[in-house]
């Protein structure tokens, strides 16, 4: 059934794709996604607009198999790929990936575990690569505030936030309250949670100056289940209000997956 | 015109109350053909949106019942034929569900309506009587010159046909691909292997089933034999089954349909069958 794995330029194996799959999920809010695959690794990423970008990184550690010729990259459709991956509903499967060249479809084999003699193939279809656009937080180091803060509980302060709010506003500073986000609704009607450096929450807090900005709730909603499948978030920010978001994902085999976003700030956020 | 039948095994009464389960998910009014050696239900293919497929159960009389009795309405029919509510028949064998059930009646009476009586004898823990639970289900008496649109289906002429061991990776694969596309094609080869096909703009889902059963082979130069059926219809049969984990055979009708068979016991067989659409 395999044809030569020699033919393929990129060859992967997965042993469980829960990890994968919850990933896959919590970064499917455009439909298109550009994939690209080197020797540093899987890149998945999903634009909306010009002001969210996800990124979903696997370095070759976190595969069990992992080749790769040169760079490859192309376009594909998340939510056939989600399909794909979901096949199996809850049964713990093992993923293989492959891929030919420009413009064959990116095949995912799924084996489940508990019947050897079934196996599920899709073949997705891939279309040309457009070039994601690059979000630089590499700014000098003095520039940036670094947050990190342990993934569960983060997920639970976005989960007691105001629903309909429109606004969020994110303050990081090195004196009190350390880290704010406050939500602002409609009328104005404002909610806000604190959390001082020294809370347990906090695994590192490097803060050298105080900035505010403001982002749309939607779009720091897109990151929600992203952040209930993290076991740990850094936060970082600049002096632009330009908002990272790097999540990592433990495996079963604690292999990490790693997922980042970048959301651009409100205009009226900045000061 | 009589009919009554005695069931006193919980296993049994178990199985037939999943098999009358299984028919009420997939439509609301159910055929019931009562012969002198066996019975009969079916579910016809519904035409409006649910699309469920044509199902249909013929249990042998001896399996299930140590006393059965029919006696048609004259003495040269071999059949009583009625229509009933599927949920209604439900409904009223969902009492075999539970424990404690000593034995179970079926009746056919006429208080001011004919009905089929089903008459459950429980035991509850409270007390050393036991308790009858009765329901009545309304029935329509199909008079014989009607007959000829009430016969029980004939099983298609598969090519090949293979048994899947188990139906649950299937089950939740097929409900997963309705998703992906709106026909499924099953491609069955003599090697015992068994492709499910999900073609869609976007992605190609391709389930492989290996190692399986040759059932029974024509005598066919083709060693392959393929079908695509509508993935809805195929999706609503499997979402209906009560039956836990089955024996599944699947019988392919090159170009023209997909028989489904579980054998509930030797004579106790559930079937189905799935029109070939273009795929």
């Known amino acids: 059934m395999e044809d030569h794995l020699e033919d393929y330029k990129f060859v992967s194996r997965l042993d469980h794709v829960k990890t994968f799959n919850a990933a896959i999920k919590s970064i499917c809010f455009n439909d298109y996604a550009m994939l690209q695959v080197s020797d540093e690794g899987l890149r998945i990423t999903v634009e909306q607009g010009r002001s969210i970008q996800a990124t979903l990184f696997m370095p070759p550690a976190a595969f069990t198999e992992f080749h790769v010729q040169d760079f490859q990259s192309f376009g594909l459709k998340m939510n056939a790929l989600s399909e794909c991956l979901n096949l199996f509903g809850t049964a713990d499967c093992s993923v293989r990936m492959l891929y030919k060249d420009q413009g064959d479809p990116l095949k995912i084999i799924l084996y489940p575990y508990d019947d050897e003699d079934v196996s599920t193939e899709c073949a997705i279809k891939t279309m040309d690569s457009e070039e994601p656009i690059e979000y630089d937080l590499n700014l000098k180091d003095s520039d940036l505030n670094t947050i990190f803060v342990r993934g569960p509980n983060l997920s639970k302060i976005f989960h007691e936030l105001e629903k309909s709010a429109e606004e969020f506003e994110f303050i990081t500073s090195p004196d009190r309250p350390h880290f704010k986000i406050t939500t602002i609704g409609i009328m104005q009607a404002v909610f806000s949670v604190e959390v001082a450096k020294t809370s347990p929450m906090m695994m590192m807090f490097n803060c050298p100056q105080t900035l505010v900005a403001r982002y749309k709730s939607q779009q720091i909603r897109l990151t929600n289940k992203a952040m209930q499948a993290a076991t740990k978030v850094s936060i970082k920010t600049n002096t632009l209000g330009l908002l990272e978001l790097h999540l990592v994902m433990q495996g079963e085999g604690q292999e990490e997956i790693f997922v980042q976003f970048y959301v651009v700030p409100l205009l009226n956020g900045i000061d | 015109m009589k009919f009554r039948a005695l069931m006193q095994d919980p296993l049994y009464m178990r199985e037939l109350q999943n098999i009358i389960a299984t028919l009420a998910k997939l439509a609301k009014d159910c055929i019931m053909i009562l012969g002198a050696q066996q019975m009969h239900?079916?579910?016809?293919e519904d035409q409006s949106s649910t699309s469920s497929p044509l199902v249909w159960v013929s249990i042998a009389?001896?399996?299930?019942?140590?006393?059965?009795?029919?006696?048609?309405?004259?003495?040269?029919?071999?059949?009583?034929?009625?229509?009933?509510?599927?949920?209604?028949?439900?409904?009223?064998?969902?009492?075999?569900?539970?424990?404690?059930?000593?034995?179970?009646?079926?009746?056919?009476?006429?208080?001011?309506?004919?009905?089929?009586?089903?008459i459950a004898s429980v035991l509850s823990t409270s007390s050393t009587e036991a308790r009858e639970v009765v329901h009545d289900v309304p029935v329509t008496i199909i008079p014989a010159s009607d007959w000829p649109t009430y016969v029980v289906p004939r099983v298609p002429a598969s090519q090949l046909a293979l048994s899947l061991p188990s139906l649950r990776l299937l089950r939740s694969l097929i409900d997963k691909l309705k998703n992906v596309s709106p026909s499924l094609e099953f491609q069955a080869s003599y090697d015992g292997e068994l492709n499910v096909v999900a073609t869609s703009e976007m992605s190609t889902v391709t389930s492989r089933f290996r190692r399986l059963l040759p059932r029974f082979l024509s005598a066919d130069e083709d060693r392959e034999a393929s079908c695509s059926v509508d993935s809805r219809k195929a999706s609503a049969f499997f979402g209906a089954l009560q039956l836990a984990n089955e024996e599944l055979t699947i019988g392919i009708d090159r170009e023209h349909s997909i028989h489904l068979q579980i054998d509930v016991r030797e004579d106790v067989v559930l079937h189905s069958i799935l029109p070939a659409v273009c795929a």
């Open chain 2, 41 to 44: 239900f079916i579910v016809n």
């Open chain 2, 61 to 118: 009389a001896r399996d299930y019942f140590p006393e059965y009795k029919m006696e048609a309405a004259r003495a040269d029919q071999e059949y009583i034929v009625l229509t009933m509510s599927s949920a209604n028949l439900g409904r009223a064998l969902s009492v075999l569900r539970g424990g404690g059930v000593n034995s179970c009646k079926l009746k056919l009476q006429r208080i001011q309506f004919p009905c089929i009586t089903v």
